[in-house]
């Protein structure tokens, strides 16, 4: 499913000014990440390993942890609703909707890649519900008929004036393009929203085996009020984003947060625990859970399994060089960056996403920046390998075809090494944690 | 076949085994490691003689919250969406991150935190935690939420913009 055009005309239309905007961004969001995860962690590559075995158990116990889940889910009162692809899941999900208001419901929701995935908001337009993104850069993308272009920070791609076009295009008045007049607009506007909405819709960061909650995170409060406004929530989920136990979100929540923007945690971290009981003042009458698959069993049983480690931080993208020359709209897929030239071929095949497996210089900062040290590179190359034998290579053939997009992409790879200092080394020891943590999986590298 | 019984099925058997150990932060923080990334988070502290300065209407249904002083501005009947000031108590504080957990539990809505421009905590200074994991241990058995600074965004060019969705200043006074 292409998104976009290819990514010269992206570049084109970006101008060499947003592309030094998205570089800028991308740096410092990678030093922030350093800080915050030495700051929370101490060795942060003890914990990136320690995760990893963490979700390497839970992949290999899948099965027992989502029945464990879903019973537990059930016991709080959450209906859970599995999905087998994307079709299933916009029906479930819209079976939802339309029960809350048979003639068109209203409907807020939160970030969330997973219903990117399966094209939800089509889906629910096409039924006749009216749906409004919250997260002010995906409200932009949406004003605009526009995709993400990076996975925490969808709008890295637009300047003010982008966004505030699209503001007033959809007739909403601004005081300015100031990003605090942008952020007030929307503020202002959507807050009629989540008091007129009859459903809420979110993704879900991870799933606690243990107790059945679901974790969302999130920085300005749109998916809380998403999750707690309106009289249903549905969270979307995949299957693979379970974690054994509660107490292991000591470990994950700094991890994300620090990963994805340095934070030491996201602002709101939601723990929710069903729907509202008598005694409690606010919050949803009615939660669903739906668990989607997806294609996500196929990759268990197959060489890139690992790749279901991911939290979707985008750290990866930020240490990129090849996404930070071309952005995520080159990649024509929804996960964009080393992420998602590991996870598209994955799940929808090297016929149709094998070429991007060669948008990579395997340079390793994408291993190195990753939160659950997900062997992207290697991936990558059994990727090549499969593609190779498919004969798929559009994305790297433009690459080298364009010299100048080229040029700039090996230029960048001494300086994401710069930037990830001792790589080499780190890459090697790594390794070796990698080989010492599976001989010994129970202990603390 | 039945969705359920189909991903199950593709899932496969489970290998078994017992889970690594959880992580164990080693992280041990106090009152004064709490105060200064509370602060560092984008949180305000405040004592008693600041209160009278705070917005107009206030909101507030939760019972760990008392009595309320005088010159705290009348409270509104309205609901939290019409709020100047939403005031809730707090289950736990994390020194390692200046957390402040905020659980459901009755009376302390989850708009009064959320749906106002400003969020005052009511905190006891018994609530600090060692770490982030015993937190986790305090949540209450419904919902909870962990609040780390207020609301932010930075969407557009990086931008950091505060109060977005949520509350744009975030208040605690010591009890």
């Not at chain 1, 000591?250 to 991890?255: H, I, M, R, Y």
């Amino acid at each position: 499913m292409p998104l976009t055009p290819p990514f010269e005309e992206f570049r084109r239309s970006a101008g060499e000014g947003l592309t030094q905007k998205i570089r800028l961004a991308s740096s410092t969001k990678v030093s922030q990440r350093k800080t915050a995860l030495s700051s929370a962690f101490g060795d942060p590559d003890s914990a990136r390993i320690h995760a990893a075995a963490i979700k390497d158990f839970v992949l290999s116990n899948l099965g027992t942890m989502l029945e464990a889940f879903e019973a537990a889910a059930v016991r709080r009162g959450i209906e859970v609703v599995w999905a087998r692809d994307a079709q299933e899941a916009n029906e479930a999900i819209e079976d939802v909707c339309r029960e809350a208001r048979p003639k068109g419901a209203r409907v807020v929701k939160g970030k969330s890649m997973a219903t990117e995935e399966i094209g939800l908001n089509h889906h629910l337009e096409q039924a006749g519900h009216h749906v409004v993104e919250t997260d002010l850069g995906e409200f932009v993308v949406q004003l605009d008929g526009d995709h993400p272009s990076h996975i925490v920070t969808p709008i890295i791609h637009k300047d003010r004036h982008d966004s505030a076009a699209a503001f007033r295009k959809a007739g909403i008045v601004l005081a300015s393009d100031e990003p605090e007049a942008i952020a007030e607009g929307a503020r202002a506007h959507l807050r009629s929203e989540f008091v007129a909405a009859d459903v809420g819709i979110s993704g879900a960061n991870f799933g606690i085996a243990e107790t059945g909650r679901i974790v969302v995170v999130e920085n300005e409060g749109n998916n809380r009020l998403s999750t707690t406004a309106p009289h249903t929530h549905i969270a979307l989920m995949g299957i693979e984003k379970l974690l054994p136990r509660e107490r292991d979100l000591a470990l994950f929540l700094p991890l994300l947060a620090g990963s994805a923007t340095g934070q030491p945690l996201t602002v709101y971290t939601h723990i929710i625990g069903g729907p509202r009981e008598a005694a409690e003042q606010d919050g949803p009458r009615r939660v669903v859970l739906v668990l989607l698959d997806n294609g996500r069993s196929r990759v268990l049983h197959s060489p890139e399994r690992v790749i279901l480690r991911c939290l979707r931080c985008g750290a990866c993208l930020n240490v990129c060089p090849v996404y930070r020359e071309v952005s995520g709209h080159a990649y024509r897929h929804v996960y964009p960056g080393p992420l998602g030239a590991v996870l598209a071929p994955s799940l929808e095949g090297v016929e149709d996403y094998g070429d991007l497996a060669r948008a990579s210089t395997l340079c390793g900062a994408c291993q190195e920046a990753c939160p659950v040290n997900i062997p992207i590179p290697d991936l990558l190359l059994g990727l090549r390998r499969q593609a190779t034998r498919q004969g798929s290579w559009t994305l790297w053939r433009r690459l080298a075809e364009n010299d100048r997009a080229w040029r700039a992409a090996l230029r960048l790879v001494p300086l994401a090494q710069t930037l990830a200092p001792g790589w080499r080394e780190s890459h090697a020891r790594l390794d070796n944690h990698s080989t010492a943590a599976q001989g010994e999986p129970h202990g603390r590298p | 076949m039945d969705a359920r019984e189909a991903v199950l099925r593709a899932v496969g058997p489970p290998s078994g085994g017992t889970a690594p150990p959880s992580w164990g932060s080693e992280q041990r923080g106090g009152i004064a490691e709490f105060e200064a990334n509370f602060r560092l988070s984008g949180g305000e502290i405040v004592g008693a003689e600041d209160l009278a300065r705070l917005p107009g209407r206030a909101w507030s249904r939760d019972r760990d919250v008392g009595t309320l002083p005088d010159e705290w501005g009348e409270y509104t009947d309205a609901s939290p969406w019409d709020a100047d000031l939403g005031i809730t108590g707090c289950d736990a504080l994390v020194p390692e991150t200046g957390s402040i957990v905020v659980s459901s539990a009755p009376g302390r809505g989850r708009l009064t935190s959320l749906a106002v421009p400003t969020h005052l905590v009511w905190a006891d200074r018994g609530l600090v935690v060692a770490s982030l994991e015993e937190a986790l241990g305090v949540l209450g058995p419904r919902s909870a939420v962990i609040v780390t600074g207020p609301s932010r965004s930075a969407d557009i060019e990086g931008v950091m913009i505060r109060g977005v969705h949520g509350p744009r200043r975030l208040l605690l006074v010591w009890r």
